[in-house]
């Protein structure tokens, strides 16, 4: 039992740790978000425009919850499966505003971005059930 608590612990340092780490910079969100986001995250970074952003909580939560999405997807899952969802949802749908709203990971995001404590309470592949519902 000890164990186990002792890892919980330790990814919960891991998880607070990496969260810390905002940057600030309107060159780089424009460059990674190809100028149309005002944060994201680029793990273990969330980049921001302005500092202005970092006060916003739920903009934060939206991002955090990012961060475990690729936490769980270990990086380059999170990454390859926001592609292949976007470009799929693409040629579903032909607008790319509405294939960014359909991918399972920003659903999850955008459903729970007000709700402060869900990180606390969220459980782990959380996102697998915005990426059954139908989304268009």
């Known amino acids: 039992m000890a164990a186990k608590m002792r890892k919980n612990v330790e990814c919960q340092w891991i998880f607070r740790y990496f969260v810390t780490m905002v940057v600030v910079s309107r060159f780089l969100t424009s460059v990674f978000s190809l100028g149309r986001a005002q944060g994201m995250l680029v793990f273990p970074f969330i980049l921001i425009k302005e500092k202005r952003f970092q006060q916003n909580a739920s903009f934060m939560n939206h991002e955090k919850i990012h961060f475990q999405q690729a936490v769980e997807l270990l990086v380059v899952g999170f990454y390859l499966l926001y592609l292949l969802e976007f470009v799929i949802r693409l040629l579903q749908c032909r607008s790319a505003?509405?294939?960014?709203?359909?991918?399972?990971?920003?659903?999850?995001?955008?459903?729970?971005?007000?709700n402060l404590g869900y990180l606390k309470e969220r459980k782990r592949w959380a996102w697998l059930r915005y990426l059954v519902r139908s989304a268009i």
Do not use: C, K, V
């Open 97 to 114: 505003t509405r294939a960014y709203h359909g991918i399972s990971l920003e659903r999850e995001a955008y459903a729970n971005d007000h």
